[in-house]
């Protein structure tokens, strides 16, 4: 059975090396997060300020897998 993880909304606060990045969610609770692999293949880039969907794991809540990022209202991507 696979395990069940939650899924977040939140935003980039710091870049840190090797696709770790640092992640506001958006009930306050600052997480490391990694890149997945679908997005490190079709090179999208994350930068600090971008909002981003995480997946964390129910047994560790302090770090999270990077799914999706937003798009902003305001940009043209």
């Known amino acids: 059975m696979k395990e ?7 935003l980039i606060t ?5 696709g770790m990045f640092r ?7 600052m997480i490391l997060g990694y890149v997945s ?4 293949r079709s090179f999208t880039r994350i930068l600090p300020g971008d909002r981003v969907k995480v997946e964390v794991s129910r047994y560790d809540s302090t770090r999270g897998r990077i799914i999706y990022r937003l798009r902003n209202k305001d940009s043209k991507d």
């Not at 069940?4 to 939140?10: A, L, M, S, V, Y």
């Not at 710091?14 to 090797?18: A, I």
């Open 4 to 10: 069940q993880k939650w899924i977040h909304e939140g």
């Open 23 to 29: 992640v506001r969610l958006d009930n306050e609770d």
């Open 14 to 18: 710091e870049s840190l090396p090797n």
């Open 37 to 40: 692999g679908k997005i490190r």
